[in-house]
């Protein structure tokens, strides 16, 4: 028998449009538009001051710039070269100057343009999150692991990054320890909420890497989430023995999806029995 374990891939602008318009959700999204025009550079600079375009799928911070207004006449892009290993950085006049730069970057493809998180900071490395989720062996959702992950010095991404346990970023940042669980629950609920709505949207899913981010208030702001985890972090925060607890998730939920389904089908083919006896 083979079982689908996960319905759909999960795109970065198809994410973010539907859960635009779940009210759950908003208060944890970001400004985010589709790049049509050079206008649509110029009004999101104009707001924002900091922004990232993405590609509208793409994974592993493939395909993302980080533009800042450095003052009323001079724009900076900032990008993570993947085949290189090694972040560029170019200084523009104008954006009227940098639009050639940005559509040969993306060959004519789709890209979103969306506000940047204050995220946090230390010594100038910036941190998001990383949370792996699975269905565990009786079909309920749980949490493996929430890394926080710290990028390269002055990289506008966090890939190829350290990464450590929730518990040691609230050392890090040096959160009272009075706050901590209200905070941790308050991520956690947002962890579910996030995998739940995801699934009503587009199936049941084995599992779903969320990337969010803290910003300096202490606010969750959701990034993408994604149905293939390479589960990087989780290893190096958390070690192997995390890393094999979330891969077994992953089978024991095959496996209970298996069974249940023969339990469903157990009652047809009694029906179909009975009818070739009395046949």
């Not at 999204?29 to 025009?37: A, N």
């Not at 892009?77 to 993306?106: Q, W």
Request: hydrophobic share 35%; proline share 3%.
């Amino acid at each position: 028998m083979i079982q689908n374990l996960s319905t759909s891939s999960l795109g970065n602008w198809d994410i973010y449009n539907y859960f635009s318009s779940v009210e759950s959700l908003q208060p944890y999204l970001l400004q985010t538009i589709l790049y049509d025009h050079p206008e649509d550079l110029y009004y999101m600079v104009r707001k924002h001051k900091t922004i990232y375009l993405k590609g509208v799928t793409g994974r592993k911070g493939q395909k993302v710039v980080r533009v800042e207004k450095l003052s009323p006449k001079k724009f900076r892009c900032k990008y993570y070269d993947h085949v290189r290993g090694r972040v560029y950085t170019m200084v523009y006049n104008s954006l009227a100057e940098m639009i050639p730069f940005i559509e040969r970057f993306y060959k004519g493809k789709r890209f979103m343009i969306q506000e940047a998180i204050d995220l946090l900071e230390v010594k100038k490395r910036r941190i998001d999150l990383r949370a792996e989720l699975q269905r565990s062996e009786n079909g309920v959702i749980d949490i493996s692991g929430i890394s926080a992950r710290m990028s390269q010095r002055n990289s506008p991404i966090t890939i190829h990054s350290q990464a450590f346990p929730l518990d040691e970023l609230f050392d890090v940042i040096k959160i009272p320890a009075a706050e901590r669980p209200k905070l941790k629950e308050m991520i956690e609920q947002f962890l579910y909420t996030v995998y739940k709505e995801t699934e009503k949207k587009y199936g049941n899913f084995a599992e779903i890497g969320i990337d969010f981010a803290l910003n300096k208030d202490l606010e969750i702001k959701f990034i993408e989430c994604n149905s293939q985890s390479a589960k990087v972090s989780l290893m190096k925060a958390y070690g192997k023995k995390t890393l094999h607890r979330a891969m077994l998730n992953i089978l024991l939920y095959s496996k209970y999806l298996i069974g249940k389904k023969k339990v469903e089908e157990e009652p047809r083919k009694a029906e179909e029995r009975e009818g070739a006896l009395t046949f």
